[in-house]
């Protein structure tokens, strides 16, 4: 994998940003995001995809991109 600095994409919890690493896996054409500590149960979170993100030709977002999701039971 190839690893993404910045923040230009955010995970984050009950408005706290999620620690962690992002790279992205050439092989799959994916973008990983490996927590620092495991996510937590029964939680709802968001995932921000911010303007200044890029593709390899430079390319950026015009506006935020977002999209939430809820951690399951344990």
């Known amino acids: 994998p190839v690893d993404l600095y910045g923040n ?3 995970l984050l919890v009950e408005e706290s ?3 962690g690493k992002l790279s992205f896996d050439l092989n799959q054409n994916a ?3 490996q927590p620092t ?3 937590l149960y029964n939680k709802d979170y968001s ?3 911010l ?3 890029h593709d ?3 390319n950026t977002f015009i506006v935020l991109h977002e999209w ?3 951690s399951l039971n344990p």
């Open 47 to 49: 995932i921000k995809v």
């Open 31 to 33: 973008i990983i995001f």
């Open 17 to 19: 940003t999620v620690q």
């Open 68 to 70: 939430q999701f809820k």
């Open 8 to 10: 230009p994409i955010q």
């Open 37 to 39: 500590e495991p996510l």
């Open 51 to 53: 303007p200044e993100f």
């Open 56 to 58: 390899v030709s430079g």
